[in-house]
Every structure is written in structure tokens, then in C-alpha cells.
T-cell receptor
Framework: SQTIHQWPATLVQPVGSPLSLECTVE??????LYWYRQAAGRGLQLLFY??????ISSEVPQNLSASRPQDRQFILSSKKLLLSDSGFYLC????????????FGAGTRLSVL | QKEVEQDPGPLSVPEGAIVSLNCTYS??????FMWYRQYSRKGPELLMY????GNKEDGRFTAQVDKSSKYISLFIRDSQPSDSATYLC????????FGKGTRLSVIA
């Protein structure tokens, strides 16, 4: 079966520290992968998406970057976190590109203090 | 004009009520329409998806798409407190476009 793993579940980081969030998908190959951020009480903000290894599309200019070093691995990074980077980060994947149905991970709640 | 618009609510109903959640979209080329349910502090989970116009029923949930008016609806019958969550509609190509979500509270 197909599953998505996202970790850590919760993270508290000081301002100016680096960030690395990892997402991996099992049971499928060459999925489309997505990173979203959801601020408290707000909708989903698409940050990055990837249609293949090394292919990253950035939706919002910001303090974050993404990489896809392997087919089923998607990493969200920052060199120096800002207070405004706090939020709920969600990874998602699409296996059936014809239907474009996304499935989400459990999310990482990031607090930058 | 935003591609997908959704009334954010919040919506509060008594247990057993029929709930109607709605979205509008702008691109007539969109073919697949999804509803996601998101409990507090959890990732969204796919509730239902429909293709083109028409209805799809799954237990107490019915998804309806009217492509002529670009209108997407989710109906919940006999609503339960466990249905209390944020509901997001979605459609589009790559990437998918999401509504901002409607927060629903079902009061026992």
C-alpha cells in the first residue's frame, strides 16, 4: 500500500537556526510531491512542488527552499528561520496524475521562537 | 478572481442537522473535484472526489458538482459531533487549487 511519512511531528526552533523537514513516500514511484504551509486559522499555502528528481517549482518567494534528492524523498529547508516561518507544514503526494488527487502527511508543527 | 472560493464559516449546527458546504471555481476546464476533511492539528484527509458533473454518495456524505454554474457542494446528512472539522474543497490541474476551508462545529 502507499503511505507518506513526514517528520518530525513537532519542532521548536530559535530564530536564525536552520531547518530541515523530510517527507518520504512508500509504495509508488515518480509521484508528484508538494510542500504546503498552513498558518493558524488560514488556508493551505503551496510552497513548492516537484514532478521529478531535481525538479522543483517555487510558488512563493520566501526564506525556504526545497530539494528532491531521491524519487520518493522531498526535503524542505531553511538556512535561517524567521518568526514568520512558524506554522503547520504539510507534505502531499499525487500518484494518479490523471485524477490529480493529493494525499497528505500528518504534518509538522513548527514554532519559531 | 480566485480560482476556488469557499465560505470560511465558521458554521455551527445541532447534531442531526443537514449540512451544506459550498465552493465556486473559475476554470471550466477543471474535471476532478475533491473534498478534504481536516481535524484540528492533523493533515487533511481525502473525503470524496467526483469527476465532471453529477452526484456521488458515500454513506452520510454526498458530493455534487454543477459545471454549468461552476459550483461544488458537499452535503452531510444526520451530522454528528465527530463531523466537527474543517472541510476543504479542491480542484484544478498541477498544482491542485484549494479553497480556504469551512470550519464546521456539530453541537451535541
Amino acid at each position: 500500500s502507499q503511505t507518506i511519512h513526514q517528520w518530525p511531528a513537532t519542532l521548536v526552533q530559535p530564530v536564525g537556526s536552520p531547518l530541515s523537514l523530510e517527507c518520504t513516500v512508500e509504495g509508488t514511484s515518480n509521484p508528484n510531491l508538494y510542500w504546503y504551509r498552513q498558518a493558524a486559522g488560514r488556508g493551505l499555502q503551496l510552497l513548492f512542488y516537484s514532478v521529478g528528481i531535481g525538479q522543483i517549482s517555487s510558488e512563493v518567494p520566501q526564506n525556504l527552499s526545497a530539494s528532491r534528492p531521491q524519487d520518493r524523498q522531498f526535503i524542505l529547508s531553511s538556512k535561517k528561520l524567521l518568526l514568520s516561518d512558524s506554522g503547520f507544514y504539510l507534505c502531499a503526494w499525487v500518484a494518479d496524475l490523471a485524477k490529480n488527487i493529493q494525499y497528505f502527511g500528518a504534518g509538522t508543527r513548527l514554532s519559531v521562537l | 478572481q480566485k480560482e476556488v472560493e469557499q465560505d470560511p464559516g465558521p458554521l455551527s449546527v445541532p447534531e442531526g442537522a443537514i449540512v451544506s458546504l459550498n465552493c465556486t471555481y473559475s476554470n471550466s476546464a477543471f474535471q476532478y473535484f475533491m473534498w478534504y476533511r481536516q481535524y484540528s492539528r492533523k493533515g487533511p484527509e481525502l473525503l470524496m472526489y467526483t469527476y465532471s458533473s453529477g452526484n456521488k454518495e458515500d454513506g452520510r456524505f454526498t458530493a455534487q458538482v454543477d459545471k454549468s454554474s461552476k459550483y461544488i457542494s458537499l452535503f452531510i446528512r444526520d451530522s454528528q459531533p465527530s463531523d466537527s472539522a474543517t472541510y476543504l474543497c479542491a480542484t484544478g490541474n498541477t498544482p491542485l487549487v484549494f479553497g480556504k476551508g469551512t470550519r464546521l462545529s456539530v453541537i451535541a
